[in-house]
C-alpha cells in the first residue's frame, strides 16, 4: 500500500515538472527576441519572433526564400536553434527545403506552444504535504531477508569454490609433472604403460 502510494506522488511529481518544463519552452517560442537576435531578411525586413517569422513566410518571395534556404546553407534553422535553443523546431525546419513545409513546421510549433500556455491561465496551487505525522516518521524497511545470513552463506560458497579451485589445480599440476616425468624415464611403450596405470586405463 506504501509502495503504491511512494509511486504515485512520484509520478505525479514527474508530470508536473514535465508540463512545468513545456511551460517554460512555450514562454520562449512565442516571446520576442531582443534586438541583437533579430532575424534581418534579404529584403530587409526584421523578424523578431516565430510567428512573425510564419507571417512573413507567407507573403515571401521565392527568390528571397531561397537565398536563405539553399543545399549550402539554411539560416531559419540556425536562428531557431541558436537564438531560441529548441531543438524540435530547429530539426524540423533543417529539413524543410520549401516554403509550404516551412509554414507547416512552424504553424504545428506555433499551435502547440499556444495550447501549452493555456496552463499559465490555471490558478496557481500551492502544493500541500499530504503525508500524515504518522507516515513522517521514517521505520525500517522490514524483510523476508536477513542480511547477515544471506552474506554469511556467499562466504561460505566463495571460501568453498576456492578450496575446490586450489585443489583442482594442484591435481592438474600434479598430473602434468608426474606425465613430464614419465616422458622423460622411459621410452614410448614404457610411457604409454605407466600412462594406463596411472589412469586406470
Known amino acids: 500500500m506504501q509502495i503504491v502510494l511512494v509511486l504515485e506522488r512520484f509520478i505525479n511529481q514527474n508530470i508536473f515538472f514535465i508540463i512545468l518544463k513545456v511551460v517554460m519552452m512555450v514562454k520562449d517560442i512565442l516571446s520576442e527576441v531582443d534586438g541583437d537576435d533579430i532575424f534581418l531578411l ?32 539554411n539560416d531559419f534553422y540556425n536562428w531557431v536553434r541558436d537564438v531560441y535553443q529548441d531543438k524540435k523546431l530547429a530539426d524540423d525546419l533543417l529539413w524543410c527545403t520549401n516554403k509550404e513545409s516551412m509554414i507547416f513546421c512552424l504553424k504545428s510549433r506555433i499551435e502547440e506552444a499556444e495550447r501549452a500556455s493555456l496552463f499559465n491561465l490555471l490558478p496557481s496551487i500551492e502544493v500541500q504535504n499530504t503525508k500524515s505525522k ?68
Do not use: W
Not at 534579404?42 to 515571401?60: D, F, G, H, P, T
Not at 576456492?162 to 622411459?186: D, G, T, V
Open 42 to 73: 534579404a529584403n530587409n525586413k526584421k523578424v523578431s519572433s516565430i510567428k512573425e517569422l510564419y507571417v512573413l513566410l507567407q507573403r515571401l518571395d521565392d527568390k528571397i526564400f531561397y537565398f536563405h534556404v539553399n543545399e549550402e546553407k
Open 134 to 201: 504518522k507516515q513522517q516518521t521514517s521505520t525500517p524497511l522490514n524483510t523476508m531477508i536477513d542480511i547477515d545470513q544471506l552474506r554469511k552463506k556467499s562466504e561460505e560458497k566463495l571460501v568453498k569454490q576456492q578450496k575446490l579451485s586450489k585443489f583442482s589445480n594442484i591435481k592438474e599440476r600434479f598430473n602434468k609433472l608426474q606425465a613430464k616425468k614419465i616422458r622423460k624415464e622411459s621410452s614410448v611403450d614404457d610411457t604409454l604403460q605407466k600412462i594406463r596405470g596411472v589412469y586406470g586405463l
